[in-house]
């Protein structure tokens, strides 16, 4: 925690100015880039200038800026239904100026600033995952990193795809993928609703150095009975050693509104010629691979941390999702950060009530953020020492009300 005199030195408040927003990207210089006027000009088409906070070290405006945090308004798919939410992102302090209370400032201005827009979550990818706990962030979705040789890509038993596909431009893929996107969306947490600028300048867009010595981006779509029922964006690395193909195809994102779909569109991407690997970094840890491959073992899926979640209103955000049929349960919540957390929550298919008298479980809301779209359940973060059962039953009753039926996802880093 900083001292007060480290605090009475820091100074947040929202940019103004294009100039702010610049010198506030502190994490690029960990990144090795910079905030020149070409990144602005492009992270301006999809980001709104006032979500930005600026740290100073002193009063402005002729302070230096030391620091930033940015957010996104999106819409967060949650387990029966969704909800406004911030997301969270290029959050840094600059190297000169650590251990001093700018990160802690920065939290503390960008959460009340949350609250206050009616965002009951925030999200993030943390770059150090350590650091957000802090602040009542929790691992809210996990994904799973794939490398999978072209030859060990058979599926169990007999498979017909469905459909046809077929490569389209990026103009096409402007008009087409968005509606795809957006029925798999609805149906899966965790998963945030995406803007037309979003789709144009950021989850569309090709920089050349984003291209990792691959080629440019590919957009195929899959058309069952004249509808666009997948996608998938993909890059080619093309590479040939002794006369044989050793490239790979990276999968950047493979969407489908249905699990044919789903399966139809892999089974494209698995049978690409002219190349030896096939690898995907963001997949769902229920990904349909895992059961439909014949020899899944030869993926080499990885688990890894993706989404973090902030529950910035407790019981707005536990209020806006469904639950399970069990009996209620009451949670005593504990918040250092936002104290207006705090407290002990009724739950169940009635609803959610702030309440008195005796709780069932004690837990922090960091990890109340990890039960909360389904990506772990009570009787996991219980083993782990996560949740503190004061009823007997209680655990079994809180995981049956927070389970889903598929894991949540978020299928792009921001």
């Not at 945030?192 to 600028?197: G, I, V």
């Not at 964006?233 to 789903?262: D, N, W």
């Amino acid at each position: 925690m900083p001292s007060d005199s480290i605090k009475r030195r820091v100074t947040v408040k929202p940019c103004e100015h294009p100039s702010e927003l610049a010198r506030a990207a502190a994490i690029l210089h960990y990144f090795g880039g910079e905030a020149d006027q070409a990144w602005l000009d492009r992270w301006l088409r999809f980001f709104e200038l006032e979500r930005m906070h600026a740290a100073y070290d002193g009063s402005p405006p002729d302070a230096a800026i030391v620091g930033g945090a940015g957010a996104f308004s999106f819409e967060l798919t949650i387990p029966g239904g969704a909800v406004r939410a911030a997301g969270v992102t290029v959050v840094g302090v600059l190297p000169t100026h650590r251990r001093r209370g700018v990160l802690h400032a920065l939290m503390r201005a960008q959460l009340d600033d949350v609250r206050s827009r009616g965002e009951p979550v925030a999200c993030l990818w943390a770059s150090e995952e350590t650091i957000y706990v802090r602040y009542g962030y929790g691992l809210a979705v996990s994904g799973l990193e794939m490398s999978l040789a072209r030859g060990d890509s058979a599926f169990r038993g007999r498979f017909e795809p469905i459909g046809q596909t077929r490569l389209v431009a990026r103009g096409e893929a402007l008009a087409l993928l968005p509606e795809v996107y957006d029925r798999a969306r609805r149906q899966t947490p965790g998963m945030l609703a995406r803007s037309p600028a979003w789709w144009e300048h950021r989850r569309l867009a090709d920089l050349p150095e984003r291209r990792g010595g691959g080629g440019p981006l590919q957009h195929v779509v899959l058309e069952v009975d004249g509808q666009i029922d997948a996608y998938a964006l993909y890059r080619m690395h093309f590479k040939i050693e002794h006369g044989s193909p050793c490239g790979k195809v990276e999968v950047l994102e493979a969407v489908g509104a249905t699990p044919e779909a789903t399966r139809s569109i892999w089974r494209y991407l698995l049978d690409i010629d002219w190349t030896a690997r096939i690898e995907a970094a963001a997949l769902p840890t229920d990904h349909v691979l895992r059961t439909l491959l014949a020899s899944p073992r030869r993926a080499g899926f990885r688990l890894h941390d993706t989404l973090f979640v902030r529950l910035v209103d407790v019981g707005a955000a536990l209020s806006a999702r469904s639950y399970g049929a069990a009996e209620s349960v009451v949670l005593d919540v504990r918040d250092d950060f936002c104290e207006h957390n705090r407290g002990r929550w009724r739950i169940g298919t009635d609803g959610v009530r702030r309440v008195d008298g005796d709780a069932d479980l004690a837990l922090d809301v960091s990890t109340l953020a990890s039960l909360y779209l389904g990506g772990f359940g009570a009787f996991e973060l219980a083993r782990a020492g996560q949740i503190e059962e004061r009823t007997e039953g209680a655990i079994a009753r809180a995981d049956a009300l927070f389970r889903t039926d598929r894991a949540p996802w978020c299928p792009e880093i921001f």
